[in-house]
């Protein structure tokens, strides 16, 4: 009986209590998706819809100082460099979640990250008053910073606090959150709200009010036990985490899965970007995280949220209710990233990829069609408005949330920090070029600049197709063997899973009858 239970657990079936969702758990992907993720949405969109008021008040400034009005070519750089430094402060901040989660921990970093966010909005909150617009570009890098780490971090620690059979749901939260951060801007954002003359500083200000309430709250929620155990090598305080995020004392097959993970990894050690990017080992997860990181970044979401003003407006929709239109848009975002949650533990990830991705391609073809068509054919309009609805379902089911779920799964403790590092710059430095280039490539190609999305989506359903496994309701250990044979090695391990470990005083366990095995 004891060798078949055992079986059982390595096969993924025995999940037992430890797979329910509870209080804890359910509060901590709360508060820590709030606190972060919320915002990095929050700032995506927040000077969308004040831009005129803020420009005007750059260009009153610049008068009030020099006596003469601002030159219009060096407004629009300034207002460019508001816009841009945002995610070219993502891709500084991607560039330190390395050592900052392998030093301070996944919660010690989201703490310290709360500083960046509290301090960017006090400087933006105070800009007009202050009469400086200068603090408002430095606010941006700093604010992107901010979202850098906010965006890696965050999905690495709950899919670490997550139960297997949970983790991608869970892993689904943070995106759904950014969805949230990016429509109640877009709500406050109204001209009968806060995006006016008076109330734009305001609107700014305002969201270093989640990371007060991130840095009050989440001192009080268990650190990852998988952070604790694997790379503090304390074993009292990881099962303590772990019993209080399942509700219940025995937690021993999780602590027993962690050991052999730990025990494959000791010859490789702490992964670096470098050691990373050279090690057979994980040269298809590398490969596989880039490709979905650029193909959820260049497949043209910014892009169609630019074009969906105009389309709508080619429809027959009135300039004053364009703005209501778009909070619309960003509900639909809402909705269906809500859907994601509740999906991807059924539906698998890897479905919801192939999924997400066709209908963005689909989409983008159609809608090249819909744009050339609208002034000779009437009802075009609306099947632009379909395509861009369409888009946006497909995009928020499984291109931007997925991604990130599978760095957490494809990658062990180890090598998991410098794979979020990899992938966080590639999504920053892929946003960021978006931005750089799409407007040239719409004077230059028009509507047929959704051909080159339409071929970026293709191209990634097809290597997500032929290269990404299924990590659904599989371990971490599961998840690197199916990845080993692909790559072409071994992994030494256990042969047996022990019931035979104590702990000894100092938090260490001590293993017996260890054989080990290539697999």
């Given at each position: ?249 025995d937690v021993d097959d999780e602590i027993k899965e962690m050991l052999q993970e730990d025990r494959s990894e000791k010859e490789e050690g702490q992964f670096t970007v470098f050691s990373l990017c050279t090690f057979r080992g ?238």
């Amino acid at each position: 009986m004891k060798r078949k239970a055992e079986k059982q657990e390595s096969s993924g079936c025995n999940e037992g209590p430890k797979g329910k969702m509870t209080l804890l758990l359910a509060l901590v992907a709360l508060i820590s998706a709030f606190g972060s993720s919320f915002q990095y949405g929050y700032n995506v969109s927040v000077i969308n819809s004040p831009a005129p008021f803020m420009q005007e008040f750059y260009n009153r400034t610049y008068l009030d100082r020099n006596g003469v009005p601002m030159d219009s070519s060096f407004q629009t750089l300034l207002w460019s460099l508001t816009v841009s430094m945002f995610p070219l402060g993502g891709f500084f901040g991607s560039l330190m979640v390395w050592p900052m989660v392998n030093n301070c921990g996944r919660k010690g970093t989201l703490l310290i990250n709360n500083l960046f966010s509290i301090v960017a909005a006090i400087l933006m909150g105070t800009s007009e008053v202050a009469k400086t617009f200068e603090v408002i570009i430095l606010s941006r890098i700093i604010m992107g910073i901010y979202a850098g780490l906010a965006s890696n971090v965050v999905p690495m620690f709950l899919g670490e606090l997550s139960p297997k059979n949970l983790r991608g749901a869970i892993g689904v939260v943070p995106q759904l959150f950014i969805t949230v951060g990016i429509l109640v801007a877009q709500i406050l954002g109204l001209n009968s709200i806060l995006g006016n003359a008076t109330g734009w500083p305001i609107l700014l200000g305002i969201t270093g009010i989640p990371s007060l309430i991130q840095l009050v709250t989440l001192p009080f929620f268990p650190e990852s036990p998988r952070y604790l155990l694997l790379q503090k090598g304390n074993e009292e305080q990881a099962r303590r985490a772990l019993q209080k995020l399942r509700g219940w004392d025995d937690v021993d097959d999780e602590i027993k899965e962690m050991l052999q993970e730990d025990r494959s990894e000791k010859e490789e050690g702490q992964f670096t970007v470098f050691s990373l990017c050279t090690f057979r080992g994980l040269r298809w997860q590398l490969i596989s995280i880039i490709v979905m990181m650029m193909g959820q970044q260049l497949s043209g979401i910014n892009a169609v949220f630019y074009y969906a003003d105009r389309i709508f407006q080619s429809a027959g929709v009135d300039n004053n209710s364009v703005q209501y239109v778009t909070v619309s848009i960003g509900a639909i975002n809402v909705v269906m990233t809500l859907v994601a949650v509740f999906i991807v533990e059924s539906l698998g990830r890897r479905i919801l990829l192939l999924a997400g991705f066709g209908f963005c391609c689909v989409s983008c073809a159609v809608l090249t069609l819909a744009l050339n068509l609208q002034n000779t054919v009437h009802w075009m309009s609306y099947l632009s408005i379909v395509c861009v609805i369409v888009y946006i379902i497909g995009h928020a089911i499984g291109a931007s949330p997925i991604p990130f779920v599978m760095i957490t799964e494809m990658f062990l403790q180890s090598s998991r920090p410098a794979a979020f590092m990899v992938g966080g710059s590639v999504h920053w430095l892929s946003n960021f070029t978006v931005g750089l280039v799409f407007l040239y490539m719409e004077a230059g190609l028009g509507p047929y600049s959704f051909l080159i999305f339409c071929a970026i989506c293709l191209a990634t359903m097809v290597y997500i197709f032929f290269v990404v496994p299924e990590t659904k309701n599989k371990t971490f250990m599961e998840i690197n063997r199916i990845m080993a044979k692909r790559n072409k090695v071994e992994i030494q391990e256990e042969k047996e899973e022990l019931e035979d470990f104590r702990t000894v005083p100092g938090g260490q366990a001590e293993k017996k009858e260890i054989f080990s095995s290539g697999l």
